[in-house]
């Protein structure tokens, strides 16, 4: 289908994009355009101006900020997952964005641009729930930052107030002792997680020190499987982990779709949190 009418602005400075955001409350962001040009030709989004902040320096690169890595909300998912700072201090995104769609999507797609857009079935809202991430917002006001769990709010909506930009998000380095594991379940013929499990485990002479499970697809936004955390403190690696991910659906409220059953997307939960601990606790 044919998009309905808009206008276009390349925005030359963040300056100048958050100015156009504010000017017209219909206005949106256009980042890589692989999830919103489909909206708009579906005509399921009709935007009446796209702010394309594609070329902003702000929003570029990935960094090494001492404690943590900073990761430009334009930073493609190819460019995400072949950096040496991402790679070395938290593997788990580069782990995850491996997975996202495929080659020709990962070179436009952006790191912000799937997390501002909120799809409970995205991948990297999970792990940046997991690692503790802190999102770094820019408007007229200045910067704002706002932490993981209070990012995501509902299908397809974050905590980003009109006329804001996600400038990119600040991954804390976790350092040594920990093992990372992305586990997903989909479709052979589409990369869409029916449910993902981004697990990070601390380890510490063959016991958990600390766990931290975020699950993709197991409700509106991603959650914390905050009792598998609390039940895998201090727990031995052996049969009593398979125990503890029983835990693993508690407090979720997965969806009804083609694909699965919130019964069965449950199940998927359990079995591939048990993966994605095992996996982790044994990944250098
Ligand atoms: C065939 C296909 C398969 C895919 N498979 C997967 C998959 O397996 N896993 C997965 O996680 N994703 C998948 N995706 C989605 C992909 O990861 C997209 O790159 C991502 O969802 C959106 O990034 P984008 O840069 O293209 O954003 P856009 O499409 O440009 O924007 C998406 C939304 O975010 C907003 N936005 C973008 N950037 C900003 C910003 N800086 N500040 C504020 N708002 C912003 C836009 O206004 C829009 O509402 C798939 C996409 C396609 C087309």
Redesign the pocket.
Known sequence: MIPAQFDYVRAGSLGEAVQELAADEDA???????????LLRLRLAYPSKLVD?SRLPE?TGVHDRGDHVFIG?MAT?DEVMHSGVVNADCPLVALATK???DPA?RH???F???L??C?PA???PAVVLALEGVFVAGSGEGEREIPAAEFFVDYWESS?RPGE??VGVRIPKLGAGWGYHYEKFHRTAQ???IVGVAAAVKRSNGTIEEARIGLTNMGPTPVRAHAVETALRGMQLGDQVRQACEEAAADTSPPSDLHAQPDYRRHLAKVLTHRAILNAAKSP
């Not at 949106?28 to 489909?38: D, E, H, R, T």
Request: charged share 10%.
């Open positions: 949106k962001v256009l980042a890589g355009g692989q999830s919103l040009l489909p902040v929003l909300a998912h997975t996202v769609a999507v436009r797609g952006t912000g641009g799937s501002a857009h799809d995205g991948d990297l980003l930009i996600l990369s869409w997680a």
